[in-house]
């Protein structure tokens, strides 16, 4: 991989793309480099290289040899890096696509793919629905039987997009049931 | 025979496979017994339903291939290469693949690697293997996906490489519109010859026709079970393995699974297990009758 300094934006491509393994990497590569003070955007990566499940880190094209020296300081493996115009990052989506059903004793939460159901008395989280990657049934596993406000929250045990969305409805859960008490 | 693959959430870094048994309380593959905490989780409620709605059929007993995966992907890249590298040798007439780590290389070496096999299997994708093959536009490699409400959403988006990537106004108007989320599906390509769509009203679907469609007995309370598709999919896998035609076997599974759910008169809290149960008695049932 190579990420040498390149007039990248006389090509319309403005944005540097940081691509990685696991989403969790992603996830530390986002917060490390908001914290270093770089304009960071989080977005699908192009589609010749999308795994479905992935998310990649834009960066200013003249930023990207910074960047990159921070997320090797912080111990990040990089997958690769690609450019891309400003318009060629789709954005997530997830906090738009929040559902409520009302089931009378429980409350569904479902955002995008993932649905949690608790009790809306106790907090229990009582069922996870939806989902495709493995670490779904493990959080699954770990959650349900568990009162919202002890459970592990998947952003703990979660590498995957899948993880990342469960947690919104996680969250979500969290304060309508905070709202509800 | 019927192959069924997936993930369960060990540290267990060996696979697991063989011929899946499956007795009203526990699972086993092979000679290895599942620990009951995960006989319903994931990729398992398929298995177990599968199993059960084979025995109760007379269809030959699946067999099954599991991955220990706990997210990070090192057994999904195992789960991969067994199917690229010795499945083709089992004689499978259909595969099901379910929850794995979405992985593009191993992927597309194992559906290319099927273009090779004696015989092409049926095959069927749900979960993290049908994100992949939307992700790698490898859908027409397929021949049924088991979508819920939120994955035909994500299918009709050709932009989106995942659920979370589904624009807004498509989430919208999800199980109201999914006549028009179909036919965006199979326009950009998204989608294999058959869908079977999992919701409040099943919809059943040939080449962007539908065929049928399932409401009754309407069941609020499964859609939040946890489970409840993958029975879905391990029935019809089983049915399509023992030659029924596809449309009839997703007419049978979709009604079957109502039906369970019926018999198992859940709430929102039920765990899936409890339905497993009534798999192989709903599925006989209404095979009988359709």
């Known amino acids: ?181 | 025979m019927l192959l069924l693959s997936g993930t369960m959430p060990i540290e267990d870094k060996s696979l697991i496979a063989g011929t899946i048994k499956y007795d009203g309380e526990s699972i086993s593959l092979g000679d290895r017994h599942i620990p009951k905490e995960l006989g319903s989780i994931g990729a398992m409620a398929m298995m177990a339903a599968s199993a059960t709605a084979a025995q109760s059929l007379g269809i030959e007993s699946p067999v099954g291939v599991i991955a220990g995966d706990m997210g990070q992907g090192a057994g999904s890249a195992q789960l991969y290469s067994y199917l690229t590298e010795q499945a083709g040798g089992l004689g499978a007439n259909a595969v099901t693949m379910h929850y794995i780590l979405p992985i593009r290389k191993p992927f597309l070496e194992f559906v290319e690697m099927l273009d090779y096999w004696k015989k092409r299997p049926f095959m069927i994708a749900d979960a993290g293997s049908m994100l992949i093959a939307k992700a790698t536009g490898s859908c027409k490699k397929f021949d049924l996906f088991t979508p819920d409400a939120g994955e035909i959403c994500f299918l009709a988006d050709p932009e989106a490489g995942h659920p979370a990537y589904v624009k807004s106004m498509l989430f919208e108007i999800d199980t109201t519109e999914v006549p028009q989320l179909i036919e965006r599906a199979y326009a950009s390509g998204n989608a294999p010859r058959y869908l079977l769509i999992k919701g409040p009203t099943d919809f059943l679907v040939d080449d962007r026709r539908i065929v049928n469609t399932i409401s009754e007995p309407n069941i609020p309370a499964l859609e939040p079970i946890g489970g409840t598709g993958d029975t879905i999919t391990g029935m019809v896998s089983a049915l399509i393995s023992g030659g029924y035609e596809p449309m009839r076997a997703c007419l049978i599974a979709a009604r079957a699974n109502r039906l369970a759910g019926q018999l198992t008169n859940p709430t929102p809290a039920t765990p899936v297990f409890e339905m497993i149960k009534h798999v192989g008695e709903a599925v006989r049932k209404v095979a009988d009758a359709t």
């Open chain 1, 1 to 181: 991989m190579s990420t040498s300094h390149r007039r990248t934006d006389e090509y319309g491509l403005s944005r540097s793309l940081f691509l990685f393994e696991l989403f969790r990497d992603a996830m530390r590569a986002e917060h490390v480099l908001k914290r270093a003070g770089f304009d960071t955007k989080a977005g699908a990566p192009p589609p010749e290289v999308r795994t479905g499940c992935d998310i990649a880190m834009a960066v200013p094209s003249n930023q990207v040899n910074a960047a990159e020296k921070v997320l090797r300081a912080d111990g990040i493996p990089i997958l690769d890096v690609v450019f891309a115009s400003e318009g060629d990052l789709p954005p997530l989506q997830v906090s738009k696509l929040v559902k409520k059903v009302d089931f009378g004793d429980y409350l569904m939460i479902r955002v995008g793919n993932m649905k949690l159901t608790f009790h809306k008395k106790t907090g229990v989280v009582v069922n996870i629905s939806g989902g495709g990657c493995p670490d779904i049934p493990l959080l699954a596993l770990k959650m349900v039987g568990q009162p919202l406000d002890k459970v592990v929250s998947p952003n703990e045990l979660g590498f995957t997009l899948c993880a990342y969305t469960l947690q919104k409805a996680y969250e979500a859960s969290l304060q309508a049931w905070r709202k509800m008490r």
